[in-house]
Nanobody, 127 residues
C-alpha cells in the first residue's frame, strides 16, 4: 500500500506563494488520480474540501472555483511526486492541506473516493 507524505506548508502573508509537495513511501503514484483537499483548522473531517486534482497521465486538471487561476497542480510520475503551487494566497486559504490518491473512475472531488491519504501539512495565511 502506497503511503503519502506532504511537505511545504508554512506561514505566509496574503499575496505570497507556497509550493506543496506530496511524495510516496513504499509505492508509486502512476496508477492513481491525485487530489489535494483542505480542511480548515478546527473543522471536522466531514468538511474536508476539494482543492485540485490531476489525472494519472497528467493530461487533465481540475480545480475548485475558489482557487481557479491561483493554484496549479502538477505531477512527476518518474519521481512519484505531486505538487500544488499556490499563488496569491488569501487568509481564506488557511487550512491543513491533504494529498490523496484514488482510482480515476471515482468522483475526484469526493473525499470518500480516495483510497490513500497523507497526514497533511498546515498552511497559514495572515492578512
Amino acid at each position: 500500500q502506497v503511503e503519502l507524505v506532504e511537505s511545504g506548508g508554512g506561514s505566509v502573508q496574503a499575496g505570497d506563494s507556497l509550493r506543496l509537495s506530496c511524495a510516496t513511501v513504499g509505492g508509486t503514484l502512476g496508477g492513481y488520480l491525485m487530489v489535494w483537499f483542505r480542511q480548515a483548522p478546527g473543522a471536522p473531517e466531514e468538511e474536508r474540501a476539494f482543492v485540485a486534482a490531476i489525472t494519472k497521465s497528467g493530461d487533465r486538471e481540475y480545480f475548485a472555483d475558489s482557487v481557479k487561476g491561483r493554484f496549479v497542480i502538477s505531477r512527476d510520475n518518474s519521481k512519484n511526486t505531486v505538487a500544488l503551487q499556490m499563488n496569491s494566497l488569501q487568509p481564506g486559504d488557511t487550512a491543513v492541506y491533504f494529498c490523496a490518491a484514488g482510482p480515476s473512475w471515482r468522483p475526484y472531488s469526493d473525499p470518500q473516493s480516495m483510497d490513500v491519504w497523507g497526514r497533511g501539512t498546515l498552511v497559514t495565511v495572515s492578512s
